[in-house]
């Protein structure tokens, strides 16, 4: 009796410890229906407790799709869960954003705690179509405001924290975001730490589940907990540089896009003088670009006038100023800016 006793004492002892640790978290899944979580029935589904999200070679995704908490948004707060991988990758988005471009519902943009069932990537703050990976495991870095993280510290090393996590078996993973101050765990282990500077640094969002694109996978969540944090006022950010907009305007630059010369997809010289001419603009009020497609502009003398050639396209033989070199001295002696970028910087002697 005595021995039953004190096992009996010792049990609730543990257990009011772990309550005490878990102590403000609500759970967010019921361990039986999805409700509250939005995600394409195609790929998630409640199996033996857990969300399960899973791809086949005869059903894959197209793209990274997710399932999205709808009970509320994340900004200051701690989340808790365990997660299960068997093949590719995943992760834990949160502060994230819907994407516009999506083909569906379901595709999600943000920070986002990543984990896979490889040896490098767990545990890392990677931003999903949003500035790429921002604190790799064992980093504790700052982004700044060229959205750019600077490593300024350590938090482990990386092959050890690895030798913690299990292979398709449960993990534990605690998040926490307070304020522009981000610090992932695996196990109880901080992976990595990243405090977030950049004008870019999201302050709110969504909280989602991530489903990659790619081979067959299958990942799994259970126990998932969220305790929302007091509200942080974050320190000012320094005063940028005055505009140099002013700069630019009545400015001209000219972009020649080099013929297609491979399989759609691959050197998209055109698309990529787009995207550019579209930022250039964006970004410099008062600035005029002109794009001219399929190689050298065909009209005489169409190049005058602009105050920088910009040359994206195939570089050697299929150089489109090859057969133009006069024409392009003559700008460049008049004080032309010439520009060359992708496979153009391979230039013939």
């Not at 630019?248 to 997809?265: D, L």
């Not at 133009?324 to 010439?338: F, N, P, R, V």
Request: hydrophobic letters at 35%; proline letters at 3%; one cysteine or more.
């Amino acid at each position: 009796a005595i021995v039953t006793s004190l096992t009996l004492l010792i049990s609730l002892l543990g257990s009011g410890s772990s309550h005490a640790q878990d102590t403000g978290f609500v759970s967010i899944f019921d361990g039986k229906t999805l409700e509250g979580w939005d995600g394409n029935p195609k790929f998630w589904k409640v199996q033996d407790g857990t969300i399960t999200g899973q791809t086949t070679k005869e059903n894959p995704t197209k793209g990274n799709t997710f399932i999205i908490w709808r009970g509320g948004e994340t900004s200051n707060f701690e989340l808790k869960l365990e997660y299960k991988i068997i093949k590719g990758n995943s992760g834990i988005q949160y502060r994230s954003f819907l994407l516009k471009n999506g083909a569906d519902n379901w595709r999600i943009g943000g920070y986002q705690a990543d984990f896979e069932a490889g040896n490098t990537y767990s545990g890392i703050l990677y931003g999903e179509a949003f500035r790429g990976i921002l604190a790799n495991r064992g980093q504790k870095t700052v982004i700044g405001e060229n959205g750019k993280p600077k490593v300024v510290g350590t938090v482990g090393v990386s092959a050890e924290i690895q030798k913690k996590i299990k292979k398709e078996d449960w993990n534990a993973y605690h998040i926490v975001a307070n304020g522009n101050h981000f610090v992932h765990r695996i196990n109880g282990l901080v992976t990595c730490e990243a405090t977030d500077e950049d004008d870019a640094a999201r302050d709110k969002g969504l909280l989602a589940l991530q489903l990659h694109a790619g081979p067959p996978m299958l990942v799994q969540f259970r126990n998932i907990r969220i305790k929302q944090l007091p509200a942080t006022k974050n320190p000012p950010k320094k005063k940028k540089a005055a505009s140099k907009k002013k700069v630019a305007a009545g400015k001209k630059v000219a972009f020649v896009a080099g013929s297609r010369s491979h399989g759609y997809g691959s050197h998209e010289h055109y698309a990529g003088c787009m995207i550019l001419a579209r930022s250039l603009q964006a970004a410099s009020a008062g600035i005029e670009v002109k794009v001219f497609r399929d190689g050298w502009p065909r009209e005489k003398g169409a190049l005058e006038g602009f105050d920088s050639v910009v040359m994206y396209a195939d570089g050697g033989g299929r150089h489109p100023v090859n057969a133009h070199l006069d024409e392009m001295d003559a700008l460049a002696k008049k004080g032309t800016g010439i520009v060359c970028i992708h496979y153009g910087v391979e230039v013939p002697k």
